[in-house]
């Protein structure tokens, strides 16, 4: 089985910072690319960021500038910072990751975390 376990989110002031951390765990031969979405009340799940093996990110046009993804292949766990946050940034953020449990896995299969509440308010 495998697992992914974030952590890190809670309740912070607009204009305040937070860091997300996500690791994977369990039966894992290779990770392929992780991220960040987020779904907000009545709303569908959206890309926040994402992050190849090798390094190379993308962003959704709203978060380029304030949020920056990041990845320790060593330790299969992803983190993304947040700052200069908005109370539109709030939401439950999901990690997700393109995993090969196996070596002779042809193709890499897409898990998702549990979640995480992020929400920005005075």
């Known amino acids: 089985q495998v697992q992914l376990v974030e952590s890190g989110g809670g309740l912070v002031q607009p204009g305040g910072s937070l860091r997300l951390s996500c690791a994977a765990s369990?039966?894992?031969?290779?990770?392929?690319?992780m991220g960040w979405y987020r779904q907000a009340p009545g709303k569908q799940r959206v890309l926040v960021a994402r992050?190849?093996?090798?390094?190379?990110?993308n962003y959704a046009d709203a978060m380029k500038g304030r949020f920056t993804i990041s990845r320790d292949n060593a330790k299969n766990t992803v983190y993304l910072q947040m700052n200069s946050l908005k109370p539109e940034d709030t939401a439950v953020y999901y990690c997700?990751?393109?995993?090969?449990?196996?070596?002779?896995?042809?193709?890499?299969?897409?898990?998702w975390g549990q979640g995480t509440q992020v929400t920005v308010s005075s």
């Open positions: 997700s990751a393109e995993i090969k449990r196996f070596r002779d896995d042809y193709v890499y299969t897409g898990y």
């Open positions: 369990g039966s894992i031969f290779s990770i392929n690319a």
């Open positions: 992050i190849t093996s090798g390094g190379t990110t």
